[in-house]
């Protein structure tokens, strides 16, 4: 079954509309950074404690709203993280779904070839750089596209629309260079 960009723009709105109303806004930026304080409490095991207060850590940042990220580390099954997971799984259902992760189209689709030729390890390096930006990003402004745009922009934030505003004059000019051919 393939769903056109219309239908699954729907679906994303319900979703993200029953996520704010059942539960919470969706953001999920935060939980790489849970990620890498599990990681980082694995190697490091004083790196979260737990104190009478509640918990804290030896990274600033991991002990920052009262120890909020660091609790959250320290105890990842929560809804937030399990979502992270759950997005990944879907991903690859997806995917498997459409032909697999090695389906040529979805690899190399003909806009990548005709743009920087049919070389699948540059378009995964370009997609790794711009997630990584996109992350920096993300946690420099205290939250992701998910959380300021879909979640603010559904809660009528102004932050929300603003974010999207720049968002959208950032990628529309970065994609009409990147992709001049096509």
Same mark, same amino acid.
């Given at each position: 079954?393939?769903?056109?960009?219309?239908?699954?723009?729907?679906?994303?709105?319900?979703?993200?509309?029953?996520?704010?109303?059942?539960?919470?806004?969706?953001?999920?930026?935060?939980?790489?950074?849970?990620?890498?304080?599990?990681?980082?409490?694995?190697v490091t095991p004083d790196?979260?404690?737990?104190?009478?207060?509640?918990?804290?850590?030896?990274?600033a940042y991991m002990a920052?709203?009262?120890?909020?990220?660091?609790?959250?580390?320290?105890?990842?099954?929560?809804?937030?993280?399990?979502?992270?997971?759950?997005?990944?799984?879907?991903?690859?259902?997806?995917?498997?779904?459409?032909?697999?992760?090695?389906?040529?189209?979805?690899?190399?689709?003909?806009?990548?070839?005709?743009?920087?030729?049919?070389?699948?390890?540059?378009?995964?390096?370009?997609?790794? @750089?711009? &997630?990584? /930006?996109?992350?920096? =990003? *993300?946690?420099? #402004?205290?939250?992701? $596209?998910?959380?300021? %745009?879909?979640?603010?922009?559904?809660?009528?934030? @102004?932050? &929300?629309? /603003?974010?999207?505003? =720049? *968002?959208?004059? #950032?990628?529309?000019? $970065?994609?009409?260079? %990147?992709?001049?051919?096509?």
């Amino acid at each position: 079954m393939v769903l056109n960009w219309k239908t699954g723009g729907l679906l994303l709105g319900l979703v993200f509309f029953a996520a704010v109303l059942l539960v919470k806004p969706i953001g999920v930026s935060t939980q790489f950074v849970i990620l890498d304080g599990i990681v980082a409490d694995v190697v490091t095991p004083d790196f979260i404690t737990q104190t009478d207060d509640g918990y804290t850590s030896t990274n600033a940042y991991m002990a920052k709203s009262n120890g909020s990220y660091a609790k959250s580390a320290a105890n990842p099954l929560n809804y937030s993280f399990i979502f992270v997971l759950a997005m990944a799984l879907g991903a690859f259902a997806s995917a498997s779904l459409r032909g697999g992760i090695d389906a040529v189209e979805r690899v190399v689709p003909a806009i990548w070839r005709a743009n920087y030729g049919d070389t699948p390890v540059a378009r995964y390096a370009v997609a790794f @750089l711009g &997630g990584f /930006i996109v992350l920096y =990003g *993300a946690r420099l #402004a205290g939250g992701c $596209t998910s959380g300021h %745009m879909m979640s603010g922009m559904m809660q009528t934030a @102004l932050s &929300g629309y /603003i974010f999207a505003a =720049g *968002a959208f004059a #950032a990628a529309i000019p $970065t994609a009409m260079l %990147m992709y001049r051919k096509g």
